[in-house]
Each structure stands twice: as structure tokens, then as C-alpha cells.
């Protein structure tokens, strides 16, 4: 069944707080291949202006994309996880993530379309920290296959 | 790193190329929290309509993010990256794995000294991504 247009504007309660760990940055760094000590050691983070080490930029996929699940788990979307893949996804940074931050996300429905029988599903994620500080706005597009 | 210089409209990223291996993809599983079998699993990929396992989306982002930031030498200078997903990059079950290219030029200069890098991601000579394009702070 398609998705309902109403669902366009369509807000979630805040999640719970995400704490972001070193070891969990300095995992998801070698995961990636990626060396920077930037990511791993709070000295060469903090020689480069920032308070402790920083994640790469799609680190925030980690916190942002469980936010999103909340979306396939409200009744009135109710998406076929077996059937989604991820069509595009958009990051925009107002500062690094960094090691220390007490995340909140938070989730709205962007926008809902039906493209040749898929549904497509824009959510997008606020990250702050608890203390209101943007961080990190994560735009995903979900596409279900064949449930339009 | 040095931070690039002389940066102008059509300046060239150093070409980058990536080995994906069935290990890499289970590690990036594990890091992300993306656990879906398509991921690391060949009944479940093929039961579903895919031509074997296939590497996250995520991941062949995530590369290519890499091949900008090692460029900018700052992590944390890439403000805005936006990617569209076209097509899968196969990960066979053997030790070579698949290749991922990244190549990126400079497309637009905008203010306050940052700028716009355009990137086409390939894996066996066909783009991977339809889009994927970065915004970053040069100074």
C-alpha cells in the first residue's frame, strides 16, 4: 500500500541521550580504513583545535540511522524492513562529532513519494547535544521495493 | 597532511582505489550496527533478487569520504556530503575482493573559502553512486 502523503511533516519524540564514546569513534575509524589520529588520540585532536577526538564524517550514520527506524516502526508507515534499501543519504555537519557528546536525535518525515511501485521515504534526524547544540542534520531516503 | 593549495574550479582529487573484502564489510557491520545479512550473508543476499553479497552503502560512502578528507587534511572540514545510491559494489567470497574507485574534482569555489567536490565512484569501470558530491572548508 502506498505511504500516506499526511505523513509529510509527521514529528517523533526525541530519542534518548547517544553517548558518544573514543573507543566507539577509534572502532568505526579503523572499520573505514581510515588512520587519521585525529579520530584516536585526544592530543593530535586537540593540536588541531578540537576539545577531544573527533568522528568521521559519516560516523553520525550510527546514531542517526536507529533514529530513523523509529519511522518503519510507527504503525501508520509500517515499511517492510526486507524490502528497503538506502536510496541517498546527506549529512550536514555544524560542527564535528566529537567524543563526549550527549546526542539527541530527533525525527521528522521529510517528504513521501511513489516512484514506479517503490515507496520512497526522506526522514530526516536533528542530532544536538542534550544542551540544544545543533551538530548534525542526517537526510535519509529509504526506498521499499515494491510496496506502492 | 598539508592542506591542499591553489585550489581552483576543475582541480583534481588524487585518484583513490579501495579493496573491499567480505572481512571489511563484517568489521563495517560491526562498527556501524548495520547488521542486515545482505550485508555478509550469500543465501540471504541471493534469496532476495542480488547477484551475491553487496558492501553497505554506508561503507562505499564512508571510502569516499576518505579520498576527500585525506585530500582537505581535516576530517573535520567537510561540512555538507550528500551521495545518491545507483548501484551495488558485489563483494565476491575470496581474497581480492572488489575494487572502489574515487575520483573527485573541484566543481565550484563558494564563499567563505570553501568549496564543492564532485566525486564519481566506480567499481569495475560502472559509477556506483549517481551522485556524491561534498562541501568542504579549505582555509
Redesign the interface.
Given at each position: 500500500m502506498a505511504l500516506d502523503r499526511e505523513l509529510v511533516g509527521r514529528g517523533y519524540p526525541p530519542s534518548a541521550v547517544y553517548e558518544v564514546g573514543r573507543a566507539k569513534i577509534a572502532e568505526f575509524a579503523a572499520a573505514i580504513g581510515e588512520d587519521d589520529p585525529i579520530h584516536r588520540d585526544a592530543d593530535a585532536a586537540r593540536a588541531a583545535g578540537h576539545p577531544d577526538v573527533i568522528a568521521p564524517p559519516t560516523f553520525a550514520i550510527v546514531v542517526s540511522l536507529e533514529a530513523a527506524f523509529v519511522v518503519l516502526g510507527d504503525p501508520e508507515v509500517s515499511l517492510d524492513y526486507s524490502r528497503v534499501v538506502h536510496g541517498e543519504q546527506k549529512f550536514t555537519h555544524h560542527r564535528p562529532i566529537r567524543a563526549g557528546d550527549r546526542l539527541v536525535a530527533t525525527t521528522t518525515i521529510d517528504a513521501v513519494r511513489s516512484v514506479a511501485g517503490n515507496d520512497l521515504l526522506t526522514t530526516r534526524v536533528d542530532l544536538a547535544t542534550e544542551d540544544g547544540e545543533a551538530v548534525c542534520t542526517a537526510t535519509s531516503m529509504l526506498v521499499a521495493r515494491g510496496t506502492a | 597532511?598539508s592542506r591542499p593549495v591553489d585550489v581552483e574550479v576543475g582541480s583534481e582529487l588524487p585518484e583513490r582505489t579501495?579493496t573491499v573484502t567480505r572481512a571489511?564489510l563484517v568489521?563495517?557491520a560491526?562498527?556501524?550496527?548495520?547488521f542486515n545479512p545482505i550485508h555478509w550473508n550469500q543465501r540471504v543476499a541471493t534469496s532476495?533478487g542480488l547477484p551475491d553479497v553487496i558492501a553497505h552503502?554506508?561503507?562505499t560512502?564512508?571510502?569516499a569520504?576518505?579520498a576527500v578528507?585525506d585530500w582537505t587534511g581535516?576530517?573535520?572540514a567537510?561540512?555538507?556530503?550528500?551521495?545518491?545510491?545507483g548501484r551495488p559494489v558485489v563483494v565476491p567470497d575470496d581474497d581480492a575482493g572488489a575494487e572502489v574507485t574515487v575520483r573527485g574534482k573541484v566543481g565550484a569555489l563558494l564563499e567563505d573559502g570553501r568549496a564543492r567536490v564532485d566525486l564519481t565512484v566506480t567499481t569495475g569501470g560502472e559509477k556506483v553512486l549517481s551522485?556524491a558530491r561534498a562541501i568542504v572548508r579549505l582555509a
Open positions: - | 597532511m579501495f571489511d568489521r563495517y560491526g562498527a556501524s550496527g548495520d532476495v552503502g554506508m561503507f560512502m564512508a571510502l569520504g576518505r578528507t581535516d576530517p573535520g567537510l561540512v555538507e556530503y550528500h551521495v545518491r545510491f551522485l
